[in-house]
């Protein structure tokens, strides 16, 4: 059996995703599952992942890599955030550590790449917080 998502557009510019921990750049892969809509509600899976520092100034090592996977239903997949009518998220973060901001960067750029909304268990249509039992512990980098 395939996969109900599909991959919407490129690798993008993540922006500011991680807060006062976001040491590095951020980068973005959107997904949206086109077979399960319903009552004009896509859902659609965003994943980012960055670099973050460990200490409170943001540029101190040692970093780690953090991924967010971000769900939402919205009434158009092309547009999640201005048409989203309810969403959660959860944050995980690596316990691999990076000296160099250029090491950290490079790991959550490939980390970001291998990932997909199948590691999430959701089905798109769910929104009572029962997928969060599914594994989600393992998707740590």
């Given at each position: 059996m395939g996969s109900i998502w599909k991959e919407i557009g490129d690798v993008a510019d993540g922006g500011d995703i991680g807060g006062d921990w976001q040491a590095t750049a951020s980068w973005s892969r959107r997904f949206h599952a086109p077979t399960a809509a319903r009552d004009g509600e896509h859902p659609v899976v965003t994943i980012y992942a960055y670099g973050i520092a460990d200490r409170d100034d943001g540029v101190?090592?040692?970093?780690?890599?953090?991924?967010?996977?971000?769900?939402?239903?919205?009434?158009?997949?092309?547009?999640?955030?201005?048409?989203?009518?309810?969403?959660?998220?959860?944050?995980?973060?690596?316990?691999?550590?990076?000296?160099?901001?250029?090491g950290v960067a490079g790991a959550a750029s490939a980390h970001l790449c291998g990932l997909g909304p199948e590691a999430i268990h959701w089905?798109?249509?769910?929104?009572?917080?029962?997928?969060?039992?599914?594994?989600?512990?393992?998707?740590?980098?």
């Open positions: 101190s090592p040692p970093f780690r890599v953090e991924t967010q996977y971000e769900l939402t239903l919205c009434a158009d997949p092309r547009r999640p955030g201005d048409t989203e009518r309810w969403s959660d998220s959860v944050t995980v973060t690596g316990a691999d550590t990076y000296d160099r901001l250029s089905d798109g249509l769910t929104i009572d917080g029962s997928y969060r039992g599914n594994g989600w512990g393992e998707l740590a980098p």
